[in-house]
């Protein structure tokens, strides 16, 4: 048996990742209701927005979902109190330190998942008594570690670190991809880009059309001395470039920027303006597809890799 299905209650270790500005009620609850475990991305919300998209998940499946907490959230405290009072039973929290609010969550019947980018922040997560471990590479879309590790070196090394049930995140885009996080040692997989690009995603169809006409090379690692975020190049991008070339410091940056710059760019739709937060593996999907599809496909690729394999001889 899986331990992430078991853990969770869910028919495929698949989650979809919380993402800003695409991951709203309709993509999270699509993605239980396909048998993953859909997050509803509590980053991009006021409190009230977040009640609300509360509200209409749990009308739109009766399936295990959960939110996606990160943990520089202006408002945590509040908002863990809705969590807490509206019984939500998942929480997979990043961007901090898990220490502080496993406990809480736990005392609440919580279950926690916490999102590392190295086998140092693994160590952490076991020792703050987490259920599970999000293991994410370098090629992933959003907010990424600082050291550039992949995800094809960053899973076999945090399994060793640690026992716990471990998720795989950062290019997954086919079931292959699958298959080998789970060669490498994880028990599951967390997907942004590819749902992110999905039909359900709230992010503007301009968004998601300049996505899937992305080619290798054209999103970028950036920002290092804000929060490390992978961009697509674009001309906001450009002149962030510029700018970190000649030793430009985060004040700066911040002003280039400007307010709310992803919330212009994926949900807005300024695809030149606005920051475009998308994964490496964008430059291998060329269609926006349901996400009934993308995980029946996922699973179909999955299983006929896994025969596959079985049928190599050396
Ligand atoms: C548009 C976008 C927004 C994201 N926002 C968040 C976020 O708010 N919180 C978070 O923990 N991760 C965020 N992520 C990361 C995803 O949850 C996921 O871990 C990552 O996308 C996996 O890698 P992939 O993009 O290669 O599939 C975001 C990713 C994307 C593409």
Same mark, same amino acid.
């Given at each position: 048996?899986?331990?992430?299905?078991?853990?969770?209650?869910?028919?495929?270790?698949?989650?979809? &990742?919380?993402?800003?500005?695409?991951? #709203?009620? @309709?993509?999270?609850?699509?993605?239980?209701?396909?048998?993953?475990?859909?997050?509803?991305?509590?980053?991009?919300?006021?409190?009230?927005?977040? $009640?609300?998209?509360?509200?209409?998940?749990?009308?739109? =499946?009766?399936?295990?979902? #959960?939110?996606?907490?990160?943990?520089?959230?202006?408002?945590?405290?509040?908002?863990?109190?809705?969590?807490?009072?509206?019984?939500?039973? $998942?929480?997979?929290?990043?961007?901090?330190?898990? %220490?502080?609010?496993?406990? %809480?969550?736990?005392?609440?019947?919580?279950?926690?998942?916490?999102?590392?980018?190295?086998?140092?922040?693994?160590?952490?997560?076991?020792?703050? &008594?987490?259920?599970?471990?999000?293991?994410?590479?370098?090629?992933? #879309?959003?907010?990424?570690?600082?050291?550039?590790? !992949?995800?094809?070196? +960053?899973?076999?090394?945090?399994?060793? !670190? !640690?026992?716990?049930? +471990?998720?795989?995140?950062?290019?997954?885009?086919?079931?292959?991809?699958?298959?080998?996080?789970?060669? +490498?040692?994880?028990?599951?997989?967390?997907?942004? =880009?590819?749902?992110?690009?999905?039909?359900?995603? *709230?992010?503007?169809?301009?968004?998601? @059309?300049?996505?899937?006409?992305?080619?290798?090379?054209? =999103?970028?690692?950036?920002?290092? @001395?804000?929060?490390? !975020?992978?961009?697509? @190049?674009?001309?906001?991008?450009?002149?962030?470039?510029?700018?970190?070339?000649?030793?430009?410091?985060?004040?700066?940056?911040?002003?280039?920027? &400007?307010?709310?710059? *992803?919330?212009?760019?994926?949900?807005?739709?300024?695809?030149?303006?606005?920051?475009?937060? $998308?994964?490496?593996?964008? *430059?291998?999907?060329?269609?926006?597809?349901?996400?009934?599809?993308? $995980?029946?496909?996922?699973?179909?690729?999955?299983?006929? =890799?896994?025969?596959?394999?079985?049928?190599? *001889?050396?």
């Amino acid at each position: 048996m899986n331990r992430i299905c078991n853990l969770f209650g869910i028919r495929y270790p698949i989650i979809q &990742g919380g993402m800003v500005w695409c991951s #709203g009620w @309709k993509l999270a609850a699509a993605v239980s209701n396909a048998g993953g475990l859909g997050l509803l991305g509590a980053g991009s919300m006021h409190p009230e927005t977040l $009640i609300e998209h509360i509200h209409k998940i749990k009308s739109a =499946t009766n399936k295990p979902w #959960g939110v996606n907490v990160p943990l520089m959230y202006p408002e945590i405290d509040r908002l863990i109190d809705i969590l807490i009072a509206e019984k939500v039973g $998942i929480v997979f929290t990043s961007a901090g330190s898990p %220490k502080k609010y496993t406990a %809480k969550f736990h005392e609440a019947g919580i279950k926690v998942a916490h999102v590392v980018s190295s086998s140092k922040f693994a160590l952490k997560c076991e020792e703050a &008594g987490v259920d599970a471990i999000v293991a994410e590479g370098f090629e992933a #879309g959003g907010h990424n570690g600082r050291e550039e590790t !992949t995800t094809m070196t +960053l899973i076999p090394q945090v399994r060793q !670190t !640690t026992s716990l049930p +471990l998720i795989a995140a950062g290019g997954i885009g086919s079931g292959q991809a699958f298959a080998a996080a789970t060669a +490498l040692g994880a028990d599951g997989v967390q997907i942004g =880009t590819m749902f992110a690009l999905s039909e359900e995603s *709230s992010a503007s169809e301009a968004f998601k @059309k300049r996505c899937i006409n992305l080619d290798e090379g054209d =999103t970028m690692l950036c920002l290092k @001395k804000i929060a490390p !975020t992978r961009l697509v @190049k674009n001309h906001l991008y450009n002149r962030v470039a510029e700018a970190e070339e000649r030793g430009a410091h985060a004040e700066e940056l911040k002003e280039i920027l &400007g307010k709310a710059a *992803s919330k212009r760019g994926i949900f807005e739709g300024d695809t030149e303006n606005g920051e475009l937060e $998308i994964g490496q593996v964008a *430059s291998a999907i060329k269609e926006i597809k349901p996400v009934s599809e993308i $995980i029946n496909t996922l699973i179909d690729e999955y299983e006929m =890799t896994i025969s596959k394999l079985k049928s190599l *001889s050396f």
